[in-house]
Structure formats: structure tokens, C-alpha cells
């Protein structure tokens, strides 16, 4: 049973008690009832969970704000948790709850139940016309006046608040039969009461309760005495008036740790079954740190994590996703997490600017999106980078490529060919390009250029730049298109693009064809020619009115390599194909492909093999004559995808 509180806009108040779910909205079929143009026939639901009681937004056009925040959904509701749809303010508390508080609802509020479950009333809304039948607890009232009938509820409740007050003090709390009939809360024309439904079941009949596994009820009181200690552990802080934010990380953690080892020893209603350890390095985890995404982080098989609300994240291993049982306490813990991630950077996400790209101290991409964009909660995607740094050996050990992929690539970079690494998103394009910068040589200068920095190129002639949203005020952006321009008068030998991916690909290739050759990047596509295709639509977003003619010109002078980087369906990630420009003919621009990766046919070699497609590229006797030692043999034969079984 849960007591709801509905404080309208005029300051009356009532009091809705009966069994979740229950829905919220304007229509009569809603159990509680909020009138209002702002309010949806059926607004949202309140529902319980092995945690507590939840309320989820139905998705209503007005919306529903929790504390001053729009919810899609929120929970476990505690009882200063302030629910407002559209004039009306809504408190939500267990009947224990209320009576371990010892609440005594004001004079003026109404309370009753009914075959919904429960009904609410003011006083001031009861009807003026007969009820046809009221049972109270002092016997059967036949055709009476209203106000009598209202009067004998009131002494019901007022009853039914002693005996909740007794139970509290040990006293036995009487039985208490309360009204069975439903008052349907309208405008004053359309008051009309009926009387008891018989053709309803009781709701233990409509809604079967079902069993709660153990493991489920274990997480619940863990997730209840983790709110608990973590709210006391905020108020213990700031009660010592302490500045938090100039606080390191070091020191708040070491201060946290010892306050919360002070709560945990004095709390006397701690279970004494419970393991203090791990419940203290989870609050200080989640108070000072990222939370349950600290141990994520920390294990190397664990690739990618995907938080899709407060309570459900999923983890990448070996290419494969998985749920994790793993879970913060509430959406707020979430958004604090959020927060810690992107402050530190400069960077701010709130209502106005729900989505934020940002990183981890390790490199870790970060990117978070908050409602009201996300419907169903703050969702946070962490794409975890290897703390070793990887060569071209790894890629080979894991079946991404074969030796004579990996040489030709080699000498491609060495000799200052311009390289685009086309794949769809976690295909590892980003892996690719670090590997690949290992090639350059020592004694050139490059300048890297991303929207969140996550290059983590090994070369002692280094200059990494990173792009910036605009403020508050939508001033102070500086574009990647902006950095490029820059990079330019940096005397760079290579420019190292991230992602291209919208009006800096003109900038980009117009630095590769003015003496910047040996420059990477990557780029969204399915294939090399899809990936050229992409980026004939980006040069054309950079509002240059440019035939086409003359961007195909451009790409095909600018880039030498297109290398196809694919997720496979196993998880396991690898080079499809590696392509060369030859040129314009006919107003196409000619690609020929030097390597593939053929899918297995036969049981021999279920891994599939890198075949040399047979044609030796146009830039080989430009090689030769510059001394490099390079055998045709690369471009002939075939060779097995083999490698272990697990992803970089």
C-alpha cells in the first residue's frame, strides 16, 4: 500500500492511498486523478520495484518533473521527492513510511479507498446530492444527506490515524473498515457518486504479485542502505563546511573515506549479515568516483560500456555484449557521474545541451546524452582503449591482418601516401590509425586534430589539438574546421585527423595537396566506395559552390589509400580491403583493390583468408627507384585470417 499526497494549485490537499500500479492522468479510468489542460489523459504510472516505488512519465506532451527536472522515468521515490504534473504537486510514501514519520495528514484532507484501489477527495469537493450507500466503521447509513456521509469518514480517518500513531507507540491498532464508495472528482456539475462495482475483482485477483527472487531482494537492500549512507556521507561533508571542489581527487576520496567509515561503524540499524567493505567502497565510489563503472574500468577484457538508464548496463567482452548485474542507486547518481566527467574539461551538459562528447583521465571516449532528449534516463557510452599500447604485431596475433597487408601499409606511411581509414562505428578505426602512426618517422613533426581527444600516438614530435563547444552564451566554439586552418601555419610534415566528418574534409584535402602529403584519418562508411562517396557530401557541406567535377579532382590527387576497417559478426574486428585511387576517368573516380578479406568456404580454414587481389599499385616503381625494398610477391597469394579468439 502507498500514500499519495496531491497538493493542487489552490493549496488544498488530499490523500490517495491504495496498491501500485496505479496510473495518474486526467481521465476518469485513472485511479488518481489530476485535472488540467497540461495533463494527459494518462500522464504517468507509479509502480513498485524490488528498490521501492518508481514513477514513469507515459510520454505526455507537459511532461512530468521530478525535484525540478523533467523525468521519463525516476524512482525509488523518496518522501521529500517533489512530483509535478501540470498545477498539482505529488508525494509518494509507504504506508509504513508514513507511520514511522507519525504523519497526521492536515484537517482539511480527504481519505478513502475504493475499487480502484483507493480514491481521493477533498472536503470541499464532496458531493451535494444523496449517497445512495455508505458502509462505515459505525454501522450502514441509508440515503443521507452528503455532508453526513463526509462527516462519518472524517471520524473513520481520524480513527485510522490514532491506530496508525498507536501502532507505533506498541499499542494494538483497532481495524478500521473504510469507505467503499467511489467519488468520481470532477467540475461541480458533473459530481455524481456511484455505488460499490460488483463486476470487478479484487486487485490481488487482477494483478498477481509475483515471486521476488532472492538475488533481487539482496540488491534492493543493498541499493536501500547505499542511499542511505550516501545521502548522510553529502550532508556530513558539507556540514563540515568543507570546499569540496578545491579539493584533489586524492583528498576527497581519503576524507570521504574516513567519514563514511565513521557513519558505517555508528549506524546501529545496519545489518549485522552485511559485508561493511564492500558497502563502503561502493558509496565512495559512487560519492566521489564513477560508481559501479569504477571496477569496469578497471578490468582490461572489458571493451565498451553502455549505461542505458540508472539501474541497466551492458558491457562489450571479446566482441560480444553482455548485461552486467551491476547498477547505480538512482538516475541522480547517474547525472553526478556525468558530471565529474565533463567538468573537469570545460565542458557542461544540462537541459539546453543535453548531449557532451568528453574523455577519461586513460583516453577512454565518453559520451553522455540526459533527458530530455534520452526518454528513459541519462544514458553514458565509455569506448575503453588497451593501457598497452598496440603495434602491428597485435593486429597480426589477432587475425586483423596478415604480414603482407601489414608491410604494405608500412611502406605506404613510411613513403607519405595520404591514408583514409573507412569502417562502420567500433570497428576499431580509431585503433587502426594509432597503429599506424607508429610508421612515421621519429624525426617529422605531427599535429593531431580531434573533437575528443583519443589518439595516443608514441612519437616525441607531437602537437594534439582538440576542438570546443561554444559556452553558455553560444560563443567560443572552435571547430574542427577552425583547427585545421591552424595546423597549417604549425609547420606540420602530418596532419592527423580523427574523424572527418563534416565541412573540414575541404580544409583536409586541400592540405594534402599543398605539401602536406603522409596525413590520416578516418571516416564513417560501409565501404571504400561508399567511404569516397561520404566524403565528395562533405567537402559539399562546407558551402563552397564546387562542381562536382572539381571535388572528384580534388580526392582523387588528395588520396592515395582507402583502408576498410569491419566488425564482424562474431565480434571479432578486422581489415576487408585495402583500396588505391588511380585517378578520373569518365568523371569516375578509378579504385583498384590491392587486398581483401574473403570469407571461409571451406571447413579447412573456418577463419577465412587475406587474399592479394593480383595488381601491383602505381606507386611501386616511384618506390623502387626511391630505394625501397619491396617484393611484388605481396600482391600475389593468399594467406589464413588466423589469430586467437578475442578483440582488440
Keep these: 500500500m502507498i500514500d499519495v499526497v496531491i497538493t493542487a494549485e489552490d493549496g488544498s490537499r488530499r490523500v490517495w492511498r491504495g496498491d501500485s500500479p496505479v496510473l495518474i492522468g486526467r481521465s476518469d479510468a485513472c485511479p488518481i486523478r489530476v485535472p488540467g489542460w497540461r495533463v494527459a489523459r494518462s500522464h504517468a504510472r507509479l509502480s513498485r520495484t524490488p528498490a521501492g516505488v518508481d514513477i514513469e512519465d507515459l510520454g505526455s506532451l507537459a511532461g512530468t518533473q521530478v525535484n525540478a527536472?523533467?523525468?521519463?522515468?525516476?524512482?525509488?521515490?523518496?518522501?521529500?521527492?517533489?512530483?509535478?504534473?501540470?498545477?498539482?504537486?505529488?508525494?509518494?510514501?509507504?504506508?509504513?513510511?508514513?507511520?514511522?514519520?507519525?504523519?497526521v495528514y492536515a484537517g482539511g484532507d480527504a481519505f478513502m479507498t475504493s475499487d480502484h484501489g483507493g480514491v481521493d477527495a477533498p472536503r470541499d469537493t464532496v458531493p451535494t446530492r444523496d449517497v445512495p450507500e455508505i458502509n462505515s466503521r459505525q454501522g450502514t447509513m441509508q440515503q443521507g444527506n452528503t455532508r453526513q456521509a463526509a462527516d462519518a469518514v472524517d471520524q473513520d480517518v481520524a480513527h485510522h490515524r490514532k491506530s496508525l500513531l498507536a501502532g507505533k507507540e506498541g499499542v494494538?491498532?483497532?481495524?478500521?473498515?473504510?469507505?467503499?464508495?467511489?467519488?468520481?472528482?470532477?467540475?461541480?456539475?458533473?459530481?455524481?457518486?456511484?455505488?460499490?462495482?460488483?463486476?470487478?475483482?479484487?486487485?490481488?485477483?487482477?494483478?498477481?504479485?509475483?515471486?521476488?527472487?532472492?538475488?533481487?531482494?539482496?540488491?534492493?537492500?543493498?541499493?536501500?542502505?547505499?542511499?542511505?549512507?550516501?545521502?548522510?556521507?553529502?550532508?556530513?561533508?558539507?556540514?563540515?563546511?568543507?570546499?569540496?571542489?578545491?579539493?584533489?581527487?586524492?583528498?576527497?576520496?581519503?576524507?570521504?573515506?574516513?567519514?563514511?567509515?565513521?557513519?558505517?561503524?555508528?549506524?546501529?540499524?545496519?545489518p549485522p549479515d552485511i559485508d561493511r567493505n564492500v558497502l563502503r567502497q561502493h558509496v565512495l565510489d559512487e560519492a566521489v568516483g564513477l560508481g559501479p563503472l569504477e571496477g569496469l574500468l578497471a578490468d582490461d577484457a572489458v571493451t565498451e560500456i553502455m549505461v542505458n538508464r540508472f539501474d541497466e548496463i551492458f558491457v562489450e567482452r571479446s566482441g560480444k555484449l553482455r548485461r552486467h548485474p551491476t547498477g547505480f542507486s538512482s538516475e541522480r547518481a547517474v547525472l553526478g557521474v556525468i558530471e565529474r566527467i565533463v567538468a573537469p574539461l570545460g565542458r557542461r551538459i544540462d537541459e539546453s545541451s543535453p548531449m557532451v562528447d568528453a574523455r577519461l583521465r586513460d583516453g577512454s571516449r565518453v559520451n553522455a546524452v540526459i533527458a530530455p532528449v534520452a526518454l528513459r534516463g541519462a544514458s553514458l557510452t565509455i569506448r575503453k582503449f588497451s593501457k598497452r599500447r598496440l603495434g602491428i604485431e597485435d593486429l597480426i596475433a589477432v587475425g586483423a591482418v596478415d604480414t603482407a597487408m601489414a608491410r604494405f601499409l608500412n611502406c605506404c606511411v613510411e613513403q607519405r601516401c595520404n591514408v583514409l581509414v573507412s569502417g562502420g562505428t567500433g570497428s576499431g578505426k580509431t585503433t587502426l590509425l594509432n597503429v599506424l602512426s607508429n610508421f612515421i618517422p621519429l624525426g617529422e613533426r605531427i599535429v593531431t586534430i580531434e573533437d575528443a581527444a583519443e589518439l595516443r600516438l608514441r612519437h616525441p614530435h607531437l602537437v594534439s589539438l582538440e576542438s570546443r563547444?561554444?559556452?553558455?552564451?553560444?560563443?567560443?566554439?572552435?571547430?574542427?574546421?577552425?583547427?585545421?586552418?591552424?595546423?597549417?601555419r604549425m609547420r606540420p610534415d602530418r596532419i592527423v585527423i580523427g574523424e572527418c566528418r563534416g565541412a573540414e574534409a575541404l580544409d583536409m584535402l586541400q592540405a594534402m595537396n599543398t605539401g602536406h602529403e603522409g596525413s590520416l584519418t578516418t571516416l564513417h562508411a560501409n565501404t571504400p566506395r561508399d567511404a569516397i562517396a561520404r566524403l565528395e557530401t562533405l567537402v559539399l557541406m562546407?558551402?563552397?559552390?564546387?562542381?562536382?567535377?572539381?571535388?572528384?579532382?580534388?580526392?582523387?590527387?588528395?588520396?592515395?589509400?582507402?583502408?576498410?576497417?569491419?566488425?564482424?559478426?562474431?565480434?571479432?574486428?578486422?581489415?576487408?580491403?585495402?583500396?588505391?585511387?588511380?585517378?578520373?576517368?569518365?568523371?569516375?573516380?578509378?579504385?583498384?583493390?590491392?587486398?581483401?578479406?574473403?570469407?571461409?568456404r571451406d571447413a579447412a580454414s573456418p577463419d577465412g583468408l587475406f587474399v592479394g587481389c593480383g595488381l601491383i599499385p602505381t606507386m611501386f616503381t616511384e618506390w623502387r627507384e626511391a630505394g625501397v625494398d619491396i617484393d611484388t610477391d605481396l600482391f600475389f597469394g593468399s594467406a589464413p585470417a588466423r589469430g586467437a579468439r578475442h578483440t582488440l
Design 69 to 103: 527536472r523533467r523525468i521519463t522515468r525516476y524512482g525509488p521515490l523518496q518522501p521529500d521527492d517533489e512530483i509535478f504534473i501540470g498545477g498539482a504537486m505529488l508525494q509518494v510514501r509507504t504506508v509504513a513510511e508514513a507511520a514511522e514519520a507519525g504523519e
Design 469 to 488: 563547444p561554444a559556452n553558455l552564451e553560444g560563443r567560443g566554439a572552435i571547430l574542427i574546421r577552425d583547427l585545421v586552418r591552424n595546423a597549417l
Design 542 to 600: 562546407a558551402g563552397m559552390d564546387l562542381p562536382l567535377t572539381a571535388i572528384r579532382e580534388q580526392i582523387a590527387s588528395a588520396i592515395d589509400i582507402v583502408i576498410q576497417q569491419t566488425r564482424a559478426s562474431d565480434g571479432r574486428r578486422r581489415i576487408t580491403s585495402i583500396v588505391e585511387l588511380t585517378g578520373m576517368e569518365s568523371g569516375r573516380i578509378q579504385l583498384q583493390e590491392l587486398f581483401r578479406f574473403q570469407p571461409s
Design 172 to 270: 494494538a491498532a483497532p481495524a478500521v473498515s473504510l469507505t467503499q464508495t467511489r467519488i468520481v472528482h470532477q467540475t461541480p456539475d458533473q459530481f455524481l457518486p456511484t455505488t460499490p462495482r460488483t463486476d470487478v475483482s479484487p486487485r490481488s485477483a487482477e494483478i498477481p504479485v509475483p515471486d521476488v527472487p532472492t538475488e533481487q531482494i539482496a540488491a534492493a537492500d543493498d541499493l536501500r542502505w547505499r542511499r542511505r549512507l550516501h545521502s548522510r556521507l553529502l550532508d556530513g561533508l558539507d556540514l563540515r563546511r568543507r570546499d569540496v571542489s578545491s579539493m584533489s581527487d586524492a583528498v576527497l576520496r581519503e576524507e570521504a573515506g574516513r567519514l563514511l567509515s565513521q557513519l558505517i561503524e555508528t549506524d546501529p540499524e545496519l
